[in-house]
C-alpha cells in the first residue's frame, strides 16, 4: 500500500535521468543527448546491455566502467547505462517514489532502440543493482505493456529489501518481468529482498552474509554482488547447486543435483534456487 500510495505521487524533473552509452573504441561513456539515439553507434548485430545503479549510485562510480570493460574485453555487446543519481543521493524513501516512473523510462529508450537499430527484444538484457534491480523490473513491466512481448532477461544484484519485501509483483521486481530472470542475493533479508523471486535465484555463502565481510558489514554483503557478477563476465567460475536450502547444501544433501553457473554465463533454460560457497581467496 505505501509504494502504491507515494508512486502515484512520483514527478521526475527534466533532464534528471540521464543516459549514457559505452563507447567500446575509446574506453568511455558519452551522454546520450535528449535521449536520441540516432546519435550513438550501436551495433544492431550484437546484444543490448542496460546497467542501473542502486541507492547513492552514479554512472561514475564504482561498477558501471569494470563491467563495461569486462564486456569489452571478453564479449561483443552494446551497453547503455542509467543515471538516476538526482534522486538516488536523496535517501531510500524519497527515491523509492520514483523507480516505477524510471523504469518506464527506461522500457521507452529500449523500446526506441529496437525499432531505431531493429534490434531483437530478446536479445536485451538489464542489469539492476539494488533499487536498480527494481527500476529494471518495472522496465521490463513497461515493455509488455506497449507492446505485449517480452524483453530477453533481467538480471537482479541483491534487489532492494525493505519495503519491497511484502509487496506484489506488480511494485517490484518478479519472475514475469523478462523472458528470464535471474537474482543473486548476497544480503538477503537485511538490505537485499528475503524472497526467491527469478526464473533462477542464486544464494553464494548462503545469501545473508558474504564470508568474506563482518556480519554487522550489511553494505559490504549488499556490494559483494557487483564483484561477483564484474567476475562472471570474465569466467565462469561460480558453479552452484540446486538445492532447497542452504542447510541441506552445507550439508551436503544436493552434492548430486543439477547444477549451474552463477552470473552473466548462467543457464537460460532452468529454474530453481541455486547455492555455493565463494572461494575468497580469488
Known amino acids: 500500500m505505501f509504494l502504491q500510495i507515494v508512486s502515484a505521487f512520483a514527478s521526475l524533473s527534466d533532464g534528471s535521468i540521464r543516459f549514457l552509452f559505452y563507447n567500446n573504441k575509446n574506453n568511455n561513456f558519452i551522454e546520450i543527448e535528449n535521449k536520441n539515439l540516432q546519435n550513438i553507434d550501436l551495433n544492431p548485430l550484437t546484444p543490448l546491455k542496460v546497467l542501473c545503479h542502486g541507492l547513492a549510485g552514479s554512472s561514475s562510480i564504482d561498477w558501471y566502467k569494470p563491467v563495461a570493460e569486462a564486456y569489452g574485453r571478453h564479449k561483443d555487446c552494446n551497453i547503455i547505462a542509467v543515471n538516476w543519481a538526482y534522486y538516488a543521493v536523496r535517501g531510500y524513501l524519497k527515491a523509492i517514489y520514483v523507480t516505477q516512473e524510471i523504469g518506464s523510462l527506461v522500457g ?77 542475493h548476497t544480503n538477503t533479508g537485511v538490505l537485499g529482498i528475503a524472497a526467491s523471486i527469478g526464473d533462477m535465484d542464486f544464494y553464494p555463502d548462503g545469501g545473508v552474509y558474504q564470508n568474506r565481510c563482518e556480519v554487522s558489514e550489511s553494505e559490504c554483503s549488499h556490494n559483494m554482488v557487483l564483484r561477483y557478477f564484474i567476475d562472471s563476465i570474465q569466467e565462469n567460475t561460480f558453479e552452484a547447486v540446486l538445492c532447497e536450502s542452504y542447510v541441506n547444501f552445507t550439508a551436503g544433501y544436493c552434492r548430486n543435483n543439477s547444477k549451474s553457473f552463477m552470473g552473466d554465463g548462467c543457464e537460460l533454460t532452468v529454474k530453481g534456487n541455486y547455492f555455493l560457497e565463494i572461494d575468497h581467496g580469488l
Open 108 to 184: 521507452e529508450l529500449i523500446i526506441n532502440a529496437i525499432k531505431i537499430f531493429e534490434l531483437q527484444l530478446e536479445e536485451v538484457h538489464v542489469i539492476g543493482h539494488s533499487l536498480g534491480s527494481h527500476i529494471a523490473g518495472f522496465s521490463g513491466k513497461y515493455i509488455y505493456n506497449q507492446e505485449k512481448r517480452k524483453l530477453g532477461r533481467i538480471t537482479g544484484l541483491d534487489p532492494a529489501g525493505p519495503l519491497y519485501n511484502f509487496v506484489t509483483q506488480d511494485k517490484r521486481l518478479s519472475a514475469e518481468d523478462a523472458l528470464f530472470v535471474d537474482i543473486i
